[in-house]
């Protein structure tokens, strides 16, 4: 499954930073598990995952990222 950010998360706020991964490469995670920080210009927010099995980075830690950007891959 795509890890993909969506409009919805973002709300009003056109692009976000990637500022931190909460877990690490190849690791396994469960869904609702919070594994990735993300910055706007607002406020700053943990992204949770969508699926649980083992995720692969798409994006890397100070990526720029914006709705409909893939950050991770989890199978």
């Given at each position: 499954?795509?890890v993909?950010?969506?409009?919805?998360?973002?709300?009003?706020?056109?692009?976000?930073?990637?500022?931190?991964?909460?877990?690490?490469?190849?690791?396994?995670?469960?869904?609702?598990?919070?594994?990735?920080?993300?910055?706007?210009?607002?406020t700053?927010?943990?992204?949770e995952?969508?699926?649980?099995?083992?995720?692969?980075?798409?994006?890397?830690?100070?990526?720029?990222?914006?709705?409909?950007?893939?950050?991770?891959?989890?199978?």
């Amino acid at each position: 499954m795509e890890v993909i950010i969506t409009e919805d998360f973002l709300g009003a706020e056109d692009d976000a930073d990637l500022v931190e991964w909460l877990v690490a490469e190849g690791e396994t995670v469960s869904i609702g598990q919070p594994i990735a920080g993300l910055e706007t210009a607002k406020t700053t927010v943990q992204f949770e995952s969508p699926a649980s099995g083992v995720i692969r980075f798409e994006a890397n830690t100070g990526d720029v990222v914006e709705a409909g950007d893939v950050i991770a891959v989890i199978g």
